[in-house]
Nanobody
Framework: QVQLVESGGGSVQAGGSLRLSCARS??????MGWFRQAPGKEREGVAT??????KYADSVKGRFTISQDNAANTLYLQMNTLKPEDTAMYYC????????????????WGQGTQVTVSS
């Protein structure tokens, strides 16, 4: 079992930055990721991280950075140069065999943290 708790969401103006955190308890999965879901849209992959590296959605490449502190059991998502289209509920997820940006492949999910970017 893995428990995930996100924090760090909020409201910012376009061009601003936020850092999301995801505190993990339970066993240490080999793959973790961030996903987001805007109202009326499907959940989409933002970034994943594993021992072999990181993957990013094209829409966030160069602006977002995923990282993890294994000693602190925490996953991070540094979001820079935020845009209004980044507005969504952001979810932390864990445990995927292929570690792709595919929500259905992940077994464990947090409750989400809201990010709102105003123009």
């Amino acid at each position: 079992q893995v428990q995930l708790v996100e924090s760090g969401g909020g409201s910012v103006q376009a061009g601003g930055s936020l850092r999301l955190s995801c505190a993990r308890s339970g066993y240490s999965p080999t793959c973790m990721g961030w996903f987001r879901q805007a109202p009326g849209k499907e959940r989409e992959g933002v970034a994943t991280i594993s021992r072999t590296g990181s993957k990013y959605a094209d829409s966030v490449k160069g602006r977002f950075t995923i990282s993890q502190d294994n000693a602190a059991n925490t996953l991070y998502l540094q979001m820079n140069t935020l845009k209004p289209e980044d507005t969504a509920m952001y979810y932390c997820a864990a445990a995927s065999f292929l570690c792709l940006l595919v929500p259905r492949d992940f077994r464990y999910w947090g409750q989400g943290t809201q990010v709102t970017v105003s123009s």
